[in-house]
C-alpha cells in the first residue's frame, strides 16, 4: 500500500513537471508569435539582423536547441526515473530561466516581451525550485 502510495506521488510529481513545461513552451511560442506582429521587430527579422545580431544558420541552430529543450522536457518529465527526471529538470529549467534572462538585456524589450518573459523566468524557477525538493521514493523492504 505504501509502495502504491509513494509511486502514486511519484507519478503526480512528473505528470505537474510535463504540464508546467507545456505551459512555459506555449509562453515561449506566443511570445514569438507577437514578436512577428511588431512591426519594427519584423523589419529586423526581414533584413537578418535584430538588435545587431544577425540571423545566421549558426544562430538559428541555436534558437533551435534551446526551444527543443521544453519540448524534449515534456516528455522526458514523463518517462525518466526518479534521479534522472529530477536532474534533467533542474538542468533544463537552469538553462532556459538564464537564457530568458539574458535575452532581456538585449536591444529593447517591449512589454508584452517583459510580461512573457517574467512568466517565462517564474515557471522554470518553480520547475527548478520543485524538482529540488522532490525526495527519493521510498523502498519498501520485501517480506
Avoid: H
Avoid at 505504501?2 to 511560442?29: C, G
Avoid at 515534456?74 to 518517462?79: K, Y
Avoid at 515557471?123 to 525538493?133: H, K, L, M, N, V
Amino acid at each position: 500500500m505504501a509502495t502504491e502510495l509513494t509511486s502514486k506521488k511519484e507519478k503526480d510529481r512528473k505528470v505537474i513537471l510535463s504540464t508546467l513545461w507545456i505551459f512555459v513552451t506555449l509562453n515561449y511560442l506566443y511570445c514569438d508569435v507577437l514578436s512577428l506582429m511588431d512591426s519594427e521587430l519584423l523589419k529586423q527579422y526581414l533584413s537578418g539582423t535584430v538588435e545587431g545580431l544577425e540571423l545566421n544558420a549558426s544562430f538559428l541552430l541555436a534558437g533551435a536547441i534551446l526551444m527543443e529543450i521544453p519540448i524534449a522536457m515534456v516528455l522526458l518529465s514523463r518517462i525518466l526515473k526518479y534521479r534522472a527526471n529530477r536532474w534533467a529538470n533542474i538542468l533544463a529549467g537552469a538553462i532556459k530561466t538564464l537564457a530568458m534572462i539574458m535575452t532581456l538585456f538585449i536591444g529593447k524589450a517591449a512589454y508584452y516581451y517583459l510580461f512573457f518573459g517574467c512568466i517565462e523566468i517564474a515557471t522554470t524557477s518553480f520547475i527548478i525550485w520543485y524538482a529540488w525538493q522532490w525526495k527519493a521514493p521510498k523502498v519498501s523492504p520485501s517480506v
